[in-house]
């Protein structure tokens, strides 16, 4: 069966393609991508202009580290993210990457970050718990002034304003650096809307698994070395194609 334009199959209750087109979403700047400073930081006021400046796909990938400061400022952006040179995320910080793509406007000035990251963590749930998707909407609803959750209105690389029905595929986030992810980090990363790039993963644990597969959308795991039963079971419940390697689809 396919999907959309990425071609795939149905194996095991779970829809699963080749590790091709959405891993190249992520690649080095093309036509219309915003390369990022060389900096292996940067302060929430230097991440405030980039998106500013932005025009279609943001590529960070010399970053190697990232607060939650920054990444709720990075949130912001209304399209592609590129941080695959992060080898490591702190949990709150993924926490701040769930609202990617559908914060509009500046972030408040007298934001309380610590309480929206215990909220977002809140609302992530994990273990046995269920994320609060209806929640997250209220939160969103909250942080825009009243407008929902809605994307920053920000041009794709065509100088066109309107995303359309696509505008889900446009706000995707690669995170290509991590090797491995925590249940808890897996569970704040679930919460984002769009592709989930997440290529660098190496080996994923069933809870880990079973969180993320609270994510709707596109997830891309074209990094897995191995795909134990349980891990297989577990993302057989993801709300969308899983990208996969191919040597894994041929077991």
């Known amino acids: 069966m396919t999907t959309g334009r990425f071609g795939g199959r149905l194996w095991c209750s779970l829809l699963v393609l080749p590790a091709l087109p959405l891993a190249a979403l992520a ?11 060389q900096a ?3 302060s929430p006021d230097e991440a405030d202009g980039l998106v500013e400046q932005a025009r279609g796909p943001l590529v960070l990938d010399r970053l190697s580290s ?4 920054v990444a709720l400022s990075l949130a912001r952006h209304g399209a592609g993210l590129s941080l695959d040179g992060l080898s490591a995320i702190d949990v709150d910080a993924a926490r701040a990457l769930a609202l990617h793509g559908r914060l509009g406007g ?7 970050v610590d309480a929206l990251l215990g909220t977002l963590a809140d609302l992530a749930g994990g ?10 909407e209220r939160l969103l609803a909250d942080l825009n002034g009243g407008g929902g959750g809605e994307s920053p209105d920000q041009p794709g690389a065509d100088g066109d304003d309107s995303k359309g029905d696509g505008r889900e595929a446009d706000t995707w986030l690669s995170l290509g650096g991590l090797r491995s992810l925590s249940p808890e980090t897996a569970a704040a990363l679930a919460l984002h809307e769009g ?9 994923l644990s069933a809870q880990a698994a079973a969180a993320l597969a609270a994510h709707s959308g596109e997830l891309s795991l074209a990094g897995l070395a191995d795909l134990p039963d349980d891990v297989r079971d577990a993302l057989a419940d993801h709300d969308g194609p899983v990208v996969l390697p191919d040597a894994l689809l041929a077991r």
């Open 106 to 112: 500046d972030v408040p000035e007298n934001l309380d």
């Open 27 to 37: 690649a080095a700047p093309a036509a219309g991508q915003t390369p990022g400073p």
């Open 40 to 42: 292996a930081t940067l």
């Open 66 to 69: 990232l607060s939650p400061e």
């Open 195 to 203: 592709p989930l790039l997440l290529d660098g993963v190496r080996s």
């Open 127 to 136: 273990g046995d718990e269920e994320p609060d998707l209806d929640g997250l």
